[in-house]
């Protein structure tokens, strides 16, 4: 997926990279990757993407600023239920957080002004688009957030800092980017064979262990085994 520097769309800021299904399927649905609900580059005639006019929305949102000493308060105090519920009550918050800009953004684009659902469709998500984050089942390398990271700037802006592997510093935070289409969905990229891992590797201009390390708990195979090539659909 391209993003650019601006409407001309004439040149690239940065790309993400993103994976494919490969489960052998029996029921018509497709293998899918997220790119798929992105319009495409080239003009293409279909009802999703009339246009090549896209936009990707993302944002970083915490409610866990100043948690650790609520929390390091409490359990000095021997009160362990009151610091687990402080960490519960903040992360909840945070879900809420990234659930009222999502609904923002999906206003001020337009589709979502018309919306009037209820609290119960809203947890059901209901709503057009999907919010998928880069280490979720849906794009399982997490070195994407990286990118996302520099882009929205999100330490100087929100304080929300990454650890050496790019996990959350504190559980109490959300990084998201937004996707529109209204045939967007979650799913699982599940377990991936070599083929598509060597076509990663090269997308990403890494080398192929650095592949293998990032997304060790998704290979179909031994990382030592050069003559696993995969039988599923390749990426």
């Given amino acids: 997926m391209e993003l650019y520097t601006d409407e001309t769309r004439s040149q690239v800021l940065t790309r993400f990279h993103f994976l494919r299904q490969q489960l052998e ?107 998928p984050a880069a280490g979720y089942p849906a794009c399982p390398d997490h070195t994407e957030k990286d990118m996302l990271w520099k882009l929205l700037d999100a330490e100087k802006n929100t304080g929300i800092r990454l650890t050496e592997s790019l996990r959350h510093v504190a559980g109490q935070q959300r990084e998201r980017t937004l996707l529109r289409p209204p045939d967007s969905k979650y799913f699982a990229v599940g377990k991936l064979d070599r083929d598509q891992v060597l076509d990663y590797h090269l997308r990403k201009g890494w080398t192929l262990p650095e592949a293998e390390k990032w997304l060790a708990p998704y290979l179909n195979y031994e990382p030592n085994d050069t003559t696993a090539t995969g039988s599923g659909p390749s990426g």
Avoid: S
Avoid at 33 to 44: G, I, S
Avoid at 48 to 68: I, K
């Fill in 25 to 131: 399927k029996t029921d018509g649905t497709p293998n899918r990757c997220l790119a798929d609900f992105v319009a495409p580059k080239h003009p293409t005639p279909n009802i999703q993407h009339p246009t090549l006019n896209d936009h990707l929305g993302a944002f970083a949102v915490t409610t866990g600023l100043g948690l650790d000493e609520i929390v390091k308060r409490f359990k000095a105090q021997h009160d362990d239920y009151n610091a687990i519920m402080a960490e519960a009550l903040a992360d909840r918050l945070a879900e809420a957080f990234a659930e009222y800009l999502h609904q923002r953004a999906r206003q001020e684009w337009g589709y979502g002004r018309t919306e009037n659902l209820t609290c119960e469709e809203l947890i059901a998500e209901k709503y057009r688009g999907i919010r």
